[in-house]
């Protein structure tokens, strides 16, 4: 009995072995390039892998999308374990954490050798640049802009062709409209979800002058400015429109899911949002008429935006470099950013802003200037401080705007800043 | 064979038949060392160090348990919240458990279609149902929205979402109505197992129901209370998914579990070495919980 069991154990382990050497042989062929991208980005990046499919013959071009929350930590694991692809695209944000890490290729020298390398976004480009070197390629903007409702500005009684230049009338106009009824509301943003909240609110203060962090060094890893006097003003210019009911409690439960709020049904007056609602309003037309203007500081004149988006980067260990970097080249060039263009995404090129994009429309060519003016947050604790739903910003927000003490919630989300900023020195 | 090597056990038949039971059991042995042991002692070993994700790890000894219990104040706000959580739901979910078991327990028609509503929301998991409970308590397009609207009441939907105590509360809603059909099922296994006759004769004695409950069925369901105790303590300090869905953490952080904050702390922070060492301290609590319940059990035992 045992003598059969023992046998069997035997032929067992072999067709295992066997099995798992066959598996082996198969190996990587060096005609494939391969990219990840988050999934907000896949259908763009596929629409391009199949162009540039066609451009180079005998090319396979595998796109692996992955779920926006595990970007980095699936990355972060591939770099530990060596096993990286060739081209990563990922969230500009999420660049200063990995550059700092020496995940990616220095791409500097050869940057320097497109004819169009200063027309590439700055916004984008330094946050991917240290000490003078470049790690990212631009490739999508997603700038931030304030869309607002022309109809119903002109019902609240407020100018339909002038957007809010400032933050008081931001805050005038949100509670115009939110006093038109029990289901309006003035101005919607998701307070639970901390990378949209960034998205949307940050240019208003860095339009102002001031910021969350401060990004006046150039450090990857900037101290924080939670409770600092025009921080805490911008909160309080917040606060207001929450007691006047121009922003109401539909903002403080929304944890990203509602990013539009209730625009499209002509029951908000005004969101701010990226060029990618933009194309998405385009699209299908609005029942109503549609005003886009860069999101305003607390003085007229002063306007900022966020550049979100994709940047392009080789990570180090990457099976194809040169062929990586190939595409990270036709990526930014005339070909792909009009096609980009053209699909309504944003280009990275401020001549194609300026010409293919602006030239579509009014709505574009405010959303070309605003992000022409784009800038990212640089740190590498971007998660831990802005994205994290249980870190300091969306407790600013939540404990700070729709609270009752805005100096206390600053001064505790301050302090918690604080803990990150100094845990990743 | 002689009488006096039979008896101790050492012939050469017994040793190779001891033997034999020790091999079949080497790939359990294997599974629990690769998947358990292994795993542990590399999460101890972490935990001594600041291991960020990406990049050197270095030594710091016990630096990581002492942020823990002395400069981070949201991990044992998150431990008291999560015993208060445990404390709260646990009797709820036993007495309505209970409640339940007794009703489903009468041989009618429909008690068999009861058994299996009630328990249906057990099989679905934790992550999916508090999806389909963020939906429920919508204030605008949940059905508790909806009925409040057309009956008229007034009620404070958000703060569902974004108060302590009233989120507390309606995870512990959401938990009970997933989790007490497993609770009556083992309470229904244990009623059932009492005799009869035992009934029978506190009944002739001139017990009342309530004295009869709580003084001799209670008492003889002792191992199934344990055990369902087990489960349903552990698995209550271990709440995580449905407080990371419903309340975000929120107010403040208030409403954050122990392990929602290991989560933070590995995935958010990318402090793994912090994450294993709050994972430890967590471990270590549920070891005592353990051991207190098998104490229990062992009372049982020499009871009879």
Same mark, same amino acid.
């Not at chain 1, 401080?385 to 003490?405: C, E, H, K, R, T």
């Not at chain 2, 309340?247 to 954050?256: C, H, S, Y």
């Given at each position: 009995?045992?003598?059969?069991?023992?046998?069997?154990?035997?032929?067992?382990?072999?067709?295992?072995? $066997?099995?798992?050497?066959?598996?082996?042989?198969?190996? /990587?062929?060096?005609?494939?390039?391969?990219?990840?991208?988050?999934?907000?980005?896949? %259908?763009?990046?596929?629409?391009?892998?199949? !162009?540039?499919?066609?451009?180079?013959?005998?090319?396979?071009?595998?796109?692996?999308?992955?779920?926006?929350?595990?970007?980095?930590?699936?990355?972060?694991?591939?770099?530990?374990?060596?096993?990286?692809?060739?081209?990563?695209?990922?969230?500009?944000?999420?660049?200063?954490?990995?550059?700092?890490?020496?995940?990616?290729?220095?791409?500097?020298?050869?940057?320097?050798?497109?004819?169009?390398?200063?027309?590439?976004?700055?916004?984008?480009?330094? %946050?991917?640049?240290?000490?003078?070197?470049?790690?990212?390629?631009?490739?999508? $903007?997603?700038?931030? $802009?304030?869309?607002?409702?022309?109809?119903?500005?002109?019902?609240?009684?407020?100018?339909?062709?002038? &957007?809010?230049?400032?933050?008081?009338?931001?805050?005038?106009?949100?509670?115009?409209? /939110?006093?038109?009824?029990?289901?309006?509301?003035?101005?919607?943003?998701?307070?639970?979800?901390?990378?949209?909240?960034?998205?949307?609110?940050?240019?208003?203060?860095?339009?102002?002058?001031?910021?969350?962090?401060?990004?006046?060094?150039?450090?990857?890893?900037?101290?924080?400015?939670?409770?600092?006097?025009?921080?805490?003003?911008?909160?309080?210019?917040? @606060?207001?429109?929450?007691?006047?009911?121009?922003?109401?409690?539909?903002?403080?439960?929304? &944890?990203?899911?509602?990013?539009?709020?209730?625009?499209?049904?002509?029951?908000?007056?005004?969101?701010?949002?990226?060029?990618?609602?933009?194309?998405?309003?385009?699209?299908?037309?609005?029942?109503?008429?549609?005003?886009?203007?860069?999101?305003?500081?607390?003085?007229?004149?002063?306007?900022?935006?966020?550049?979100?988006?994709?940047?392009?980067?080789?990570?180090?260990?990457?099976?194809?470099?040169?062929?990586?970097?190939?595409?990270?080249?036709?990526?930014?060039?005339?070909?792909?950013?009009?096609?980009?263009?053209?699909?309504?995404?944003?280009?990275?090129?401020?001549?194609?802003?300026?010409?293919?994009?602006?030239? !579509?429309?009014?709505?574009?060519?405010?959303?070309?200037?605003?992000?022409?003016?784009?800038?990212?947050?640089?740190?590498?604790?971007?998660?831990?401080?802005?994205?994290?739903?249980?870190?300091?910003?969306?407790?600013?927000?939540?404990?700070?705007?729709?609270?009752?003490?805005?100096?206390?919630?600053?001064?505790?989300?301050? @302090?918690?800043?604080?803990?990150?900023?100094?845990?990743?020195? | 064979?002689?009488?006096?090597? !039979? *008896?101790?056990?050492?012939?050469?038949?017994?040793?190779?038949?001891?033997?034999?039971?020790?091999?079949?059991?080497?790939?359990?042995?294997?599974?629990?060392?690769?998947?358990?042991?292994?795993?542990?002692?590399?999460?101890?070993?972490?935990?001594?160090?600041?291991?960020?994700?990406?990049?050197?790890?270095?030594?710091?000894?016990?630096?990581?348990?002492?942020? %823990?219990?002395?400069?981070?104040?949201?991990?044992?706000?998150?431990?008291?919240?999560?015993?208060?959580?445990?404390?709260?739901?646990?009797?709820?979910?036993?007495?309505?458990?209970?409640?339940?078991?007794?009703?489903?327990?009468?041989?009618?028609?429909?008690?068999?279609?009861?058994?299996?509503?009630?328990?249906?929301?057990?099989?679905?998991?934790?992550? $999916?149902?508090?999806?389909?409970?963020?939906?429920?308590?919508?204030?605008?397009?949940?059905?508790?929205?909806?009925?409040?609207?057309?009956?008229?009441?007034?009620?404070?939907?958000?703060?569902?979402?974004?108060?302590?105590?009233? &989120?507390?509360?309606?995870?512990?809603?959401?938990?009970?109505?997933?989790?007490?059909?497993?609770?009556?099922?083992?309470?229904?296994?244990?009623?059932?197992?009492?005799?009869?006759?035992?009934?029978? *004769?506190?009944?002739?004695?001139?017990?009342?129901?309530?004295?009869?409950?709580?003084?001799?069925?209670?008492?003889?369901?002792?191992?199934?209370?344990?055990?369902?105790?087990?489960?349903?303590?552990? &698995?209550?300090?271990?709440?995580?998914?449905?407080?990371?869905?419903?309340? @975000?953490?929120?107010?403040?952080?208030?409403?954050?579990? *122990?392990?929602?904050?290991?989560?933070?702390?590995?995935?958010?922070?990318?402090?793994?070495?912090?994450?294993?060492?709050?994972?430890?301290?967590?471990?270590?609590?549920?070891?005592?919980?353990?051991?207190?319940?098998?104490?229990?059990? @062992?009372?049982?035992?020499?009871?009879?």
């Amino acid at each position: 009995m045992r003598m059969n069991i023992l046998r069997g154990a035997g032929v067992l382990s072999v067709a295992v072995l $066997a099995g798992g050497l066959a598996a082996c042989s198969g190996g /990587g062929s060096s005609d494939t390039l391969t990219i990840w991208t988050r999934t907000d980005g896949e %259908a763009y990046m596929r629409d391009l892998a199949q !162009k540039y499919e066609s451009a180079n013959d005998g090319l396979t071009v595998e796109v692996t999308a992955i779920p926006n929350s595990d970007v980095s930590t699936k990355f972060a694991q591939a770099l530990s374990a060596g096993d990286v692809p060739d081209v990563m695209a990922m969230d500009v944000a999420m660049a200063p954490y990995f550059v700092s890490k020496n995940a990616f290729e220095d791409l500097t020298d050869r940057m320097a050798d497109l004819d169009y390398a200063d027309t590439l976004l700055e916004g984008q480009l330094d %946050a991917g640049t240290s000490d003078g070197s470049h790690f990212v390629m631009p490739f999508t $903007a997603d700038a931030s $802009a304030l869309f607002y409702n022309k109809d119903l500005f002109a019902e609240a009684g407020l100018d339909p062709d002038q &957007g809010p230049r400032t933050w008081d009338e931001f805050v005038e106009a949100a509670n115009a409209v /939110g006093d038109l009824g029990d289901d309006y509301e003035g101005y919607h943003f998701s307070a639970g979800c901390g990378g949209c909240s960034a998205f949307v609110l940050a240019p208003m203060l860095w339009a102002a002058g001031g910021d969350f962090l401060d990004s006046s060094g150039d450090s990857l890893n900037p101290p924080p400015m939670l409770d600092d006097p025009l921080t805490v003003e911008f909160l309080e210019t917040l @606060k207001s429109a929450v007691d006047g009911g121009g922003i109401t409690s539909a903002s403080q439960v929304d &944890g990203g899911e509602n990013y539009g709020g209730a625009f499209e049904s002509g029951k908000l007056g005004m969101v701010a949002s990226g060029s990618f609602q933009l194309s998405n309003f385009m699209a299908d037309p609005l029942p109503f008429d549609l005003g886009v203007v860069p999101l305003p500081g607390n003085e007229d004149g002063q306007i900022a935006a966020f550049s979100g988006g994709d940047v392009l980067a080789i990570p180090n260990g990457a099976p194809d470099s040169e062929a990586a970097w190939d595409f990270l080249a036709w990526a930014s060039s005339d070909d792909a950013q009009t096609a980009l263009s053209d699909g309504g995404y944003t280009p990275i090129r401020t001549d194609l802003l300026e010409s293919v994009y602006g030239e !579509k429309g009014p709505e574009y060519a405010a959303m070309a200037e605003a992000t022409t003016n784009g800038r990212v947050p640089i740190t590498v604790a971007f998660t831990a401080i802005y994205s994290d739903a249980n870190g300091p910003f969306v407790s600013l927000m939540q404990a700070g705007v729709f609270g009752d003490d805005v100096p206390a919630a600053a001064a505790a989300a301050q @302090k918690t800043a604080e803990q990150i900023v100094s845990s990743n020195e | 064979m002689s009488i006096s090597s !039979k *008896a101790s056990g050492t012939t050469s038949r017994s040793r190779r038949l001891a033997w034999t039971g020790f091999l079949c059991t080497t790939p359990a042995l294997l599974l629990t060392t690769t998947l358990f042991v292994v795993p542990m002692g590399l999460m101890v070993w972490m935990s001594l160090h600041d291991w960020p994700l990406l990049g050197e790890h270095t030594f710091i000894g016990l630096d990581n348990y002492v942020r %823990a219990f002395t400069s981070d104040g949201t991990f044992l706000m998150s431990v008291r919240f999560t015993l208060i959580y445990t404390f709260v739901i646990t009797p709820v979910l036993f007495f309505l458990g209970l409640g339940l078991a007794l009703f489903v327990r009468r041989r009618s028609r429909g008690s068999a279609f009861f058994r299996t509503v009630f328990f249906s929301p057990y099989v679905i998991g934790f992550a $999916a149902a508090s999806f389909l409970w963020l939906w429920f308590v919508d204030p605008q397009a949940g059905p508790v929205a909806a009925v409040a609207h057309a009956m008229g009441w007034p009620i404070d939907q958000v703060s569902w979402l974004t108060e302590t105590v009233p &989120g507390l509360i309606n995870v512990i809603v959401m938990v009970t109505w997933k989790v007490v059909g497993f609770q009556m099922i083992l309470l229904l296994g244990g009623l059932n197992g009492v005799p009869d006759e035992v009934i029978e *004769a506190a009944h002739v004695d001139g017990a009342k129901w309530f004295r009869r409950m709580f003084s001799i069925v209670l008492p003889l369901m002792r191992p199934t209370i344990v055990l369902l105790l087990v489960f349903s303590v552990s &698995g209550s300090l271990l709440a995580f998914e449905q407080f990371f869905l419903i309340t @975000k953490g929120r107010p403040d952080n208030e409403t954050v579990t *122990a392990v929602y904050w290991i989560y933070n702390a590995s995935f958010k922070k990318f402090e793994l070495g912090y994450g294993a060492a709050l994972s430890v301290i967590m471990l270590i609590i549920l070891l005592i919980v353990a051991a207190v319940q098998v104490r229990m059990m @062992k009372g049982v035992g020499r009871d009879d």
